[in-house]
Antibody, heavy 121, light 111 residues
């Protein structure tokens, strides 16, 4: 069974940092692109970042570019999101999602339950 | 950026009746005969679940009362006979180009 399990969320002050992890199982992790998608409280879905199956290409939403970094460890089947210079508007549940292809312009077929990030003073 | 606009924002339908949700993209998501458009269902306190991809291909295991149609910039998700378990928020999503974007969501309830 394909599973994605996020961790690393928590409470942080504005300007702080967090690193989210997404542990994958049930599929050959290195073969698939991955995304981070967030959902602010009571709001809709917002794509944050994507990384190709090879890890050779990464993409970011304008709202996080220069502050967030997506990466992956294919040997451990883990996806990461390093979040720096956090702002109140980054408060959300962060989901990792598997893409059904090596390239990122494909649909997301499996989502994790998410980890909650709260940015507040 | 490609803006995805869903209508209506909320919808109440009687059990057994048809539910229709529309999604319009600000530019075409059609390329090489493929529409880069997916539909997701999200129930409270759950992650989104893939229903439809390539605008009209039902994901494995999704009941056949769910169907997708449309091309280019105009798309529709139809639930042919609403069941109680279909109460959820539905999102359309374009994966044609970054930034990948979602519609604002349509909340579906039982009348």
């Amino acid at each position: 069974e394909v599973q994605l399990l996020e961790s690393g969320g928590g409470f942080v002050q504005p300007g702080g940092s967090l690193r989210l992890s997404c542990a994958a199982s049930g599929f050959t992790f290195s073969n698939y692109a991955m995304n981070w998608v967030r959902q602010a409280p009571g709001k809709g879905l917002e794509w944050v970042s994507a990384i190709t199956g090879s890890g050779g290409s990464t993409y970011y939403a304008d709202s996080v570019r220069g502050r967030f970094t997506i990466s992956r460890d294919d040997s451990e089947s883990i996806l990461y999101l390093q979040m720096n210079s956090l702002r109140a508007e980054d408060t959300a549940v962060y989901h990792c999602a598997k893409v059904r292809a090596t390239v990122t312009n494909y649909y997301m077929d499996v989502w994790g339950k998410g980890t909650t990030v709260t940015v507040s003073s | 950026d490609i803006v995805m606009t869903q209508s209506p924002d909320s919808l109440a339908v009687s059990l057994g009746e048809r539910a229709t949700i529309n999604c319009k993209s600000s530019q075409s998501v059609l390329y090489s005969s493929n529409n880069y458009l997916a539909w997701y269902q999200q129930k409270p306190r759950q992650p989104p679940k893939l229903l439809i991809h390539w605008a009209s291909t039902r994901e494995s295991g999704v009941p056949d009362r769910f169907s997708g149609s449309g091309s280019g910039t105009d798309f529709t998700l139809t639930i042919s006979s609403l069941q109680a378990e279909d109460v959820a928020v539905y999102y359309c999503h374009q994966y044609y180009k970054t930034p990948y974007t979602f519609g604002q969501g349509t909340k579906l309830e039982i009348k």
